[in-house]
């Protein structure tokens, strides 16, 4: 049985109070500060270690962030109910995206370290020099321009088309988000899979994978859904959204992350199977690399706590419907992904094996606490959920 | 067994409801009332009815489960048995002990689900007591609207609580019209 809500949500909606929270606030500006200072530092003190670790932090919160991103597209685009009272938090994720634009500077600016095509002159590698016309400096940066700069005004439009709904409650701006969301649906595809290919295969670039967007977008999908589940606990823990979204919201964000786990795994295993069982040594390396030495624990690690400890416990009912297991669940997928994206872009430079650097953990502090900061800074300026949406209604009685 | 005057067992007491909003409120009554064995009929799914009627979690989720377990190892036997026991066999080089395992998840994947696919159908149909050829409530004439704008609740006579003149009471009380008696045959 669901919790129902027996007080109607108020029609001005419900607003986070920045006061309440200036300590934490002010703790993760400071950690920023200090962090991104350090990171400096380690730019110029260790540029080769620091420009992976960097890589490695954007790619995890960039997935996180695009993955939300992709649930707003998705919730305009099927025009869907239950997720009306969540999609502000989802936007407001998404338009951290802005930030991690402007964090994307370093790993341009440290291009050399990760990209060793970079630096190959033309006629060293065949192999190389049949990719140049697409593995160019210039041609990667108008790429990254363009991913990103689509990634950021597709989040922003949809963001502010929200917000301007919450006044007056004009259909139009649903039939617009709606407009927005499908040509955001081929274009999000299309940007993830190329930025997937650019900033993280080509780390090697002898290796390719077709199925190689498709995984990060797996992994991103899935791991964003958990990440707002526990954005939406802890708002509730400090007291908001508690008429707003009930255990039945709960157990569909839990169906999706049931979903994406084994979808996750499917791409993942579709990609090594394919790889593996065809021997080409060209392909074989990138899993070489990942499978042998000290790597192997953290790999097998990856698929048993991602997908065969995840899968039996998201099967549960009781787990989806419980906010405190559902939490832990989240939390543990989302340290997985961290984990899946240290796999794919650090054994691009230590490949004899695990070499943990202090860089890796700052970066990592550097760009969430930054992206904390934003966000904390972005919920208060608008009510929690979208309060004059079409469909609000629906889904405040959404029953699954 | 209960039986009419004219000697007909009887299936059920039923009544006809105008709209699925006052069945929805009626199903709330029966279950009330501590009804177990009744039953609603529309010609549309009803959101919420199955909270309404107080139906508790189904069980078809553990079919599921056991079909799909036994897909998992008839699959790990069928592979194993032959390519790993009876006719060890060299392909590329691969091994073909435990770690040839990924050679083998596509078919470990599709018997699973194909195993818990037939597992959810065909405990539906059981759980379901189908196929079935004809239903009693087709006894009565007014039922032919379940298909088209009728909404019907049926309180079936095997359940302990039935009394003839407690279940017209209780039915007339949520608001059903036409109320009768169904037969069994």
């Known amino acids: ?400 | 067994m209960m039986r009419t005057p004219a000697g007909h067992k009887v299936y059920a007491m039923a009544a006809e409801y105008p709209s699925a909003a006052a069945l929805y409120e009626a199903a709330k009554h029966v279950r009330d009332a501590g009804f177990k064995r009744w039953d609603v009929y529309s010609p549309f799914p009803i959101h919420g009815m199955d909270d309404a009627m107080g139906l508790g979690k189904s069980w078809l989720s553990g079919w599921v489960l056991f079909g799909g377990v036994t897909g998992l190892l008839t699959a790990a036997l069928v592979e194993f048995g032959p390519s790993s026991i009876l006719y060890q066999l060299d392909v590329h080089g691969k091994p073909w002990n435990f770690w040839t395992v990924p050679a083998f998840f596509p078919i470990m994947f599709e018997l699973t689900v194909l195993f818990g696919a037939f597992a959810a159908f065909f405990s539906m149909l059981g759980m379901n007591g189908l196929p079935r050829w004809y239903h009693p409530m087709f006894n009565w004439e007014r039922f032919i609207r379940v298909s088209n704008d009728g909404f019907f609740l049926a309180i079936e006579s095997r359940d302990p609580r039935f009394t003839e003149n407690g279940v017209r009471e209780l039915l007339e009380r949520s608001g059903g019209e036409h109320i009768t008696i169904v037969h069994e045959d």
């Open chain 1, 1 to 400: 049985m669901s919790e129902r809500s027996h007080t109607a949500p108020k029609p001005e909606g419900e607003y986070f109070e920045s006061s309440r929270f200036t300590g934490l606030s002010s703790i993760l500006g400071l950690t920023a500060i200090v962090a991104l200072a350090l990171c400096v530092v380690g730019a110029f003190l260790n540029p080769h270690q620091f420009s992976y670790s960097w890589l490695f932090a954007f790619a995890f919160f960039f997935t996180l962030c695009a993955g939300c991103f992709f649930w707003t597209i998705v919730h305009h685009a099927t025009d869907s109910d239950w997720s009306v009272v969540v999609r502000r938090q989802l936007e407001n994720i998404g338009v951290l995206l802005v930030v991690l634009a402007i964090l994307f500077v370093p790993i341009l600016l440290l291009r050399r370290h990760l990209y060793s095509w970079m630096d190959i002159p033309p006629g060293v590698e065949h192999s190389l020099d049949a990719k140049r016309a697409y593995l160019n400096w210039s041609f990667f940066l108008i790429r990254a321009v363009v991913f990103l700069g689509f990634f950021l005004c597709a989040a922003l439009v949809l963001r502010r088309l929200s917000v301007n709904q919450d006044k007056d409650g004009n259909p139009r701006f649903t039939i617009l988000m709606r407009k927005v969301a499908f040509i955001s649906l081929p274009m999000f595809a299309l940007c993830l899979t190329f930025g997937a290919f650019d900033w993280l295969m080509s780390l090697n670039y002898h290796w390719f994978s077709t199925m190689f967007g498709v995984y990060i977008f797996a992994g991103a999908a899935g791991s964003s859904m958990s990440l707002l589940v526990l954005v939406i606990t802890a708002l509730r823990r400090a007291g908001y959204l508690n008429g707003v979204i009930t255990l039945e919201h709960y157990h569909i964000m839990g169906k999706w992350m049931l979903a994406f786990t084994i979808f996750w795994a499917y791409i993942g295993f579709g990609q090594y199977m394919l790889i593996w069982y065809a021997n080409i040594p060209e392909e074989t390396q990138f899993f070489i690399t990942r499978n042998t030495e000290s790597w192997w624990a953290l790999s097998t690690l990856l698929v048993v706590g991602r997908f065969f400890i995840s899968f039996p416990i998201l099967l549960m009912q009781s787990v989806k419907k419980e906010p405190r297991r559902l939490c832990m669940v989240a939390g543990w997928i989302v340290c997985m992904q961290m984990l899946d994206m240290y796999i794919i872009v650090l054994p691009a430079l230590h490949g004899t094996g695990v070499h943990v650097s202090v860089w890796d953990l700052l970066s990592l502090i550097a760009i969430g606490a930054t992206l904390g900061f934003v966000y904390l800074r972005i919920v208060p300026r608008t009510s929690l959920f979208p309060v004059r949406d079409p469909r609000l209604i629906e889904s405040l009685n959404l029953v699954n």
